[in-house]
């Protein structure tokens, strides 16, 4: 591992381009008469209130250190390993124009049923997909991952816990995978990694130059509206993913509020407890229900549910103006609806209607029955 250099893997025209130079990377002083961004320097056409409490004529800090500086001490890792993006999905699309020529042999892997970004990235870059699906029952085949990467396989995405599964992957299959593949980075998406047992792979980033780990405030810390994404990796990584960074990439604002949850990580930790609460009760009721044929395991704030006819129930529950997510048309996951942990009275409603549904089934049933 040792021998492994981030550089080895990347497109020849990234290793030797010089970035865009903004004005904040000239010049990094906070105090001065400011003249050299074009910004306006009478202030933000905007009345003060409490949606938009400052101004925001000064474009912002283009590597947002005061957040990395918080951030690091809570993830246990220095402030230069740290990239933040747009969401996780500037990260992941990143990744894929820095390490993959397009049109060419040049692939990622990936593990379906998974996040459905790695594969949209890879397409809109042009870039080939090698599909090594998980087991049945959503675990890592150590094996066929292996003796599917090839010279050129650049990206080895594994999702833990997985998305549209829920389930977190073997500790020691992914640590087999992140020792085999000596020429690619093993990412490690850990988006849903707050409401999961055990540690993050971020405590491994110093063993592994060829580790890189995505976590995003959209999820436990509730700020999805933010799109603000983590990326953690060797600081020889994070300067790449800097240098090809849109030079403001993280607003003003974004940076703001981040820095204020970092502040509230208690109550963070809080809302993360009552969804696991919640998650239970969910779980414990949507079993007995004879609609339902499998509650699959799960690490995450959502629940992987298998059903006697997902495509009707699902409609059922549009109709109701309850949305969950139809995944019955994905790989190993037919008849298979995934379902967002609600509030309490959000989940009682979401059974009642599938109690409902279960109910009108059976009765509709017993009808043929007697008129056959
Ligand atoms: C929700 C999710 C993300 C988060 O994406 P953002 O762009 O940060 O909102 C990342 N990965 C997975 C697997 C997810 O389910």
Redesign the pocket.
């Known amino acids: 591992m040792r021998t492994f250099q981030f550089a080895n893997l990347l497109r020849p025209h990234i290793l030797t381009l010089s970035p865009y130079s903004s004005a904040r990377d000239e010049y990094t002083g906070k105090e001065g008469v400011f003249l050299d961004a074009n910004e306006n320097p009478l202030g933000s056409a905007l009345r003060a209130s409490t949606t938009s409490p400052g101004q925001y004529n000064r474009y912002p800090d283009p590597y947002q250190s005061a957040i990395k500086e918080r951030l690091a001490p809570i993830k246990g890792v220095r402030p230069g390993q740290i990239f933040l ?6 990260p ?1 699309d990143l990744l894929i124009r820095a390490t993959c020529t397009p049109g060419q042999t040049d692939s990622i892997l990936i593990l379906p049923p ?2 459905g ?1 790695y594969e949209v990235s890879a397409t809109i870059n042009d870039v080939r997909l090698i599909k090594v699906p998980l087991t049945p029952d959503f675990h890592l085949d150590v094996e066929a991952v292996i003796a599917a990467i090839e010279p050129t396989t650049k990206i080895i995405w594994l ?1 833990s816990p ?2 549209p599964s829920g389930n977190q992957l073997d500790s020691g299959a992914i640590r087999q995978v992140i020792e085999a593949a000596t020429h690619a980075v093993v990412v490690v ?1 850990e ?2 990694i707050d409401f999961a047992q055990g540690p993050s792979w971020t405590t491994e980033l110093d063993r592994y130059p060829n580790l890189i780990v ?1 976590q ?4 436990a810390w509730g700020l ?1 509206a933010l ?3 983590m990326c953690f990796a060797s600081e020889e990584i994070v300067r790449v993913l800097n240098k090809i960074k849109p030079p403001y990439n993280i607003s003003a604002p974004t940076q703001a509020l981040g820095l204020e949850a970092l502040d509230n990580v208690a109550q963070k930790d809080a809302m993360v407890a009552e969804i696991l609460a919640e998650r239970a009760v969910l779980v414990e009721q949507l079993r007995p229900l004879s609609i339902v044929e499998q509650v699959y395991p799960t690490d995450a704030n959502f629940v992987l549910v298998r059903f006697t006819d997902a495509k009707a129930i699902f409609e059922y529950l549009i109709n109701k103006q309850v949305i969950v997510r139809d995944r019955s048309k994905v790989m190993l996951c037919a008849g298979c609806l995934r379902i967002s942990v609600g509030t309490r009275p959000e989940n009682e409603v979401l059974l009642a209607h599938l109690q409902q549904y279960a109910n009108s089934a059976r009765l509709s049933v017993n009808a043929d029955a007697l008129t056959h």
Do not use: H, P, Q, V
């Not at 995003?216 to 999820?219: G, R, V």
């Open positions: 993006g747009n969401g996780s999905d500037e992941i998974t996040y970004m999702c997985n998305n998406d988006a849903y995505l995003t405030f959209s999820k999805a799109r603000l994404g």
